[in-house]
């Protein structure tokens, strides 16, 4: 076994033609058995093997410095440079991250897992290169996909101007995480149809020099390719065509659903992971299609994500036009939004947390300013959403609620989520954003409210006295509990349902001074900037005393959730004690 005994780059190239491609095989197979144990990205590394190989093949990492753009396609990479056992023995699945890491290893550069931004990234590489006299090749390597970011496109036009030695892998398989959507892809169909020899070329008409490979899944073509560019005085862009989900057939004929998998049985494909009954995204999209069909002014839009919101492809073809995919593009989708509400249309952007915060100022300028009726429904921002540092969608209140004009709601079941879409859909005086909930999907059991047009009215969902418990959104429930905890202490507590994350509601904030000596805030989120901030700086000159739970400002990585909410505090029984030690 060839892949056993790979433990640098330097052990690639003592490998001859057939080696090389026994040990694509063995990579594929230690890829497939870690995927249907661990799950992970699978279509894009799978895609990449033996371009992995050609490039350590060719180049000399740690030197030479390669950049992996999102990083999810840098599986085979880990494997080469150090880290194979990760991929070979489960008990060591863990000891590596999803995502390129400069702390497991020399050859990685930066920790990555937003896209589009590789090309930009080596430019700075490269010019940091010749500022100290340094050599080596810069590589930057970004899929077919992510090249429809902003950034890419910036990072291209930057690199066609660098009179210095940069080569820009294109991995084009055809596809993002769903097809592909945009002008730019028909002039890369045309590359492939011709070899690489379209009249119209968009990288050559950015400046770069341009090398088309056909079979991006052979080695040795891929080899030849990456000889011809290494130690080249110009930029220089090596367009390769490869297959997403390569070497598993069932990946091959799915490419959107293998994008990313969970466990799985290698026979069949199958999951053994069974979502546990309702699910918001299949909910909204359900709820969304009905709307379109009565009014043809509903548009929902994503940004390359469209099953964020249940919009599979299924649901896209009854969409039809009322359904837009702008690609890896959330800066447009924010601003294509803003443009639709202005001339009468009803826009609703679904879009995971981790990914606004790449849209702050569209937000600011496009939106807010202008005051178009947008809705924005916000998924994953939460302890319980995404857990890789790279995803995490835990600092949207801190950056959502302070953008004037913009309306944050906090919905704390299905009833009021519903309510809130419907209302933010059909009203059309503010910007809406919706932060979607993620602690599952939980009935209140009870009638909501369906006009929240008087902003900023918190509901007040049980009267007590002494201490009020302001909890929102996903930690509403929480909420319940500590109250329930604390009348078994006979302690009669009021239970808040806040609503509105991005503004106070002072007429009942003044009243519960009346027969209140504590307010505990509770937020599913960062506290620092956040909801909790706001109440307590309110009640700063008054005898009110404030206590605000949440997380701790940090970039955390691959975490349990109930430990790190144990870690910082937040369980009904801690909460509950201080509540008590401190009335």
Same mark, same amino acid.
């Given at each position: 076994m060839y892949l056993e005994n790979i433990n640098s780059p330097a052990d690639v190239k003592k490998l001859d033609s057939n080696e090389r491609k026994v040990l694509a095989q063995e990579m594929r197979d230690a890829l497939l058995k870690r995927l249907s144990i661990h799950g992970g990205h699978f279509g894009p590394n799978f895609g990449m093997v033996e371009a992995t190989i050609a490039l350590h093949y060719v180049f000399d990492s740690p030197k030479d410095k390669i950049v992996f753009d999102v990083s999810h396609q840098s599986y085979p990479h880990k494997m080469l440079t150090g880290r194979k056992d990760a991929y070979l023995y489960p008990e060591k699945y @863990?000891?590596?991250? !999803?995502?390129?890491?400069? =702390?497991?290893?020399?050859?990685? $550069?930066?920790?990555?897992?937003?896209?589009?931004?590789?090309?930009? +990234?080596?430019?700075? &590489?490269?010019?940091?290169?010749?500022?100290? !006299?340094?050599?080596?090749?810069?590589?930057?390597?970004?899929?077919d996909g992510s090249l429809s970011g902003g950034e890419a496109l910036e990072g291209l036009d930057l690199a066609g101007e660098l009179d210095t030695n940069l080569i820009i892998v294109i991995n084009d398989n055809d596809m993002s995480i769903a097809e592909n959507h945009g002008g730019m892809y028909k002039n890369l169909k045309e590359l492939r149809n011709t070899n690489g020899n379209a009249k119209t070329n968009l990288f050559t008409a950015m400046g770069l020099d341009y090398v088309f490979v056909k079979n991006g899944n052979d080695i040795d073509e891929l080899i030849t390719a990456f000889e011809n560019v290494k130690d080249s005085k110009k930029p220089v862009a090596v367009h390769i065509v490869t297959e997403k989900g390569r070497g598993y057939k069932i990946a091959e004929e799915n490419k959107e659903d293998w994008h990313w998998c969970m466990p799985f049985d290698i026979e069949t494909g199958k999951s053994g992971f069974t979502p546990n009954g309702e699910d918001y995204g299949a909910m909204t999209a359900e709820y969304l299609l009905k709307k379109m069909q009565g009014d043809p002014s509903v548009i929902g839009i994503t940004s390359a994500t469209p099953a964020v919101f249940g919009f599979v492809k299924e649901n896209r073809i009854k969409a039809d036009k009322q359904f837009i995919d702008v690609g890896i593009?959330?800066?447009?989708?924010?601003?294509?939004?803003?443009?639709?509400?202005?001339?009468?249309?009803?826009?609703?952007?679904?879009?995971?947390?981790?990914?606004?915060?790449?849209?702050?100022?569209? %937000?600011?300028?496009?939106?807010?300013?202008?005051?178009?009726?947008?809705?924005?429904?916000?998924?994953?921002?939460?302890?319980?959403?995404?857990?890789?540092?790279?995803?995490?969608? %835990?600092?949207?209140?801190?950056?959502?609620?302070?953008?004037?004009? +913009?309306?944050?709601?906090?919905?704390?079941?299905? =009833?009021?989520? $519903?309510?809130?879409? =419907?209302?933010?859909?059909?009203?059309?005086?503010?910007?809406?954003?919706?932060?979607?909930?993620?602690? !599952?999907?939980?009935?209140?059991?009870?009638?909501?409210?369906? @006009?929240?047009?008087? %902003?900023?009215?918190?509901?007040?969902?049980?009267?007590?006295?002494?201490?009020?418990?302001?909890?929102?959104? @996903?930690?509403?429930? &929480?909420?319940?509990?500590?109250?329930?905890?604390?009348?078994?202490?006979?302690?009669?507590?009021?239970?808040?349902?806040?609503? $509105?994350?991005?503004? %106070?509601?002072?007429?009942?904030?003044?009243? +519960?001074? =009346?027969?209140?000596?504590?307010?505990?805030?509770?937020?599913?989120?960062?506290?620092?900037?956040?909801?909790?901030?706001k109440i307590a700086a309110y009640y700063g000159d008054t005898e009110m005393k404030v206590k605000c739970f949440g997380l701790k400002k940090s970039f955390y990585d691959r975490y349990d959730p109930a430990e790190l909410l144990k870690e910082q505090g937040i369980t009904t029984e801690n909460i509950t004690e201080y509540i008590l030690s401190n009335l």
């Open positions: @863990d000891d590596v991250s !999803g995502y390129s890491c400069p =702390e497991e290893s020399e050859h990685d $550069f930066f920790e990555i897992g937003h896209t589009s931004t590789s090309i930009s +990234l080596a430019c700075g &590489l490269a010019k940091g290169r010749d500022l100290n !006299g340094g050599t080596g090749n810069i590589i930057a390597v970004i899929g593009a959330e800066e447009t989708a924010v601003a294509l939004a803003s443009g639709i509400a202005k001339n009468g249309g009803k826009p609703v952007y679904g879009v995971y947390s981790t990914f606004i915060q790449r849209t702050y100022d569209q %937000l600011s300028q496009d939106i807010c300013i202008n005051r178009n009726p947008v809705t924005i429904l916000v998924y994953s921002a939460s302890v319980w959403g995404m857990n890789d540092v790279t995803h995490l969608g %835990l600092y949207d209140i801190p950056m959502m609620s302070n953008i004037p004009n +913009l309306v944050y709601l906090a919905p704390t079941c299905k =009833e009021e989520y $519903f309510a809130m879409t =419907e209302w933010a859909i059909e009203q059309n005086r503010h910007p809406i954003a919706i932060r979607v909930p993620c602690n !599952g999907v939980i009935s209140r059991g009870k009638a909501v409210q369906t @006009d929240y047009s008087e %902003l900023n009215k918190y509901e007040v969902t049980k009267h007590g006295e002494n201490v009020a418990v302001i909890a929102l959104g @996903d930690f509403y429930q &929480l909420g319940e509990e500590i109250v329930e905890k604390l009348a078994g202490n006979n302690i009669n507590a009021t239970l808040i349902n806040p609503r $509105f994350i991005t503004g %106070l509601d002072t007429e009942l904030l003044d009243k +519960l001074k =009346e027969d209140h000596r504590l307010a505990v805030t509770l937020e599913d989120g960062i506290l620092e900037g956040g909801f909790g901030e």
